[in-house]
């Protein structure tokens, strides 16, 4: 089993920059593929960036060069960088695992297993 913990979460004016973290402990091993996904009111939940073990990435159109995606294996950790944040990037963020790779457009293949609590992200 895989637990995981974000963080990093704020508000921030439109233009501003947060970095989300996300802790993982458990099994962690077994994670491939893991992304982040946020959720904004009223809106289904997307995914916008995923990484796969190899450090492969892939990003949803409306995040890419403005948001990285990183993960230190070594440190259980995933990352995302925001910059030039907008109102429309306020959203609950999740992140998310799953133990087999494969990603395209900011999404994991496979439906992630393991999900976080989330942390809230809001810009104005």
């Known amino acids: 089993h895989v637990q995981l913990v974000e963080s990093g979460g704020g508000s921030v004016q439109a233009g501003g920059s947060l970095r989300l973290s996300c802790a993982a402990s458990?099994?962690?091993?077994?994670?491939?593929?893991m992304g982040w996904y946020r959720q904004a009111p009223g809106k289904e939940r997307e995914g916008i960036a995923a990484?796969?073990?190899?450090?492969?990435?892939s990003y949803i159109d409306s995040v890419k060069g403005r948001f990285t995606i990183s993960r230190d294996n070594a440190k259980d950790t995933l990352y995302l960088e925001m910059n030039s944040l907008e109102l429309e990037d306020t959203a609950m963020y999740y992140c998310?695992?799953?133990?087999?790779?494969?990603?395209?457009?900011?999404?994991?293949?496979?439906?992630?297993?393991?999900w976080g609590r989330g942390t809230q992200v809001t810009v104005s």
């Open positions: 998310a695992a799953v133990e087999v790779d494969g990603s395209s457009g900011g999404t994991c293949y496979y439906e992630p297993r393991y």
């Open positions: 990484i796969e073990r190899d450090g492969r990435k």
């Open positions: 458990g099994h962690t091993i077994s994670m491939r593929c």
